[in-house]
């Protein structure tokens, strides 16, 4: 599989007000970067297969099932989606947290999974995207 290019605004992504946006080869390689706003961080951005998906481990716990849902359907072998993963990486008092996303098309719809974890607190949520054409 080819690798691409993406303009990511990874915090913009999960609710952060920053003008910082990355152009970044989504290759999943971890790059370390400080934001102002949340101290530093350590995030990856690589495309996988379905299939991929399906075999990563929970390294979020039980919520990173609610990453592998709704892709029913779809060819796990030739599905490609977009994975971001992005955690805290400062030191100090600050608990420790991490966010797990994927991109693709769902039903027709440009849609991100998204599951973030600190400390005992766990949410997700999904985006969906409805272009009128």
Do not use: H
């Amino acid at each position: 599989m080819g690798l691409g290019i993406i303009g990511a605004a990874l915090l913009r992504a999960v609710g952060f007000q920053t003008d910082n946006t990355d152009v970044r080869v989504m290759d999943g390689v971890e790059q370390e970067k400080d934001e102002p706003m949340i101290g530093k961080t350590k995030s990856r951005i690589w495309m996988c297969t379905l299939e991929e998906l399906m075999k990563e481990p929970d390294s979020i716990g039980e919520v990173a099932e609610f990453l592998k849902q709704g892709w029913e359907g779809y060819d796990e072998k030739t599905t490609k989606v977009v994975r971001i993963s992005i955690k805290s990486a400062g030191a100090g008092s600050a608990e420790p947290w991490q966010n797990e996303q994927v991109w693709g098309v769902q039903k027709g719809r440009w849609t991100a999974r998204v599951a973030f974890r600190k400390g005992n607190v766990s949410e997700t949520a999904r985006i969906l995207y409805d272009y009128v054409s």
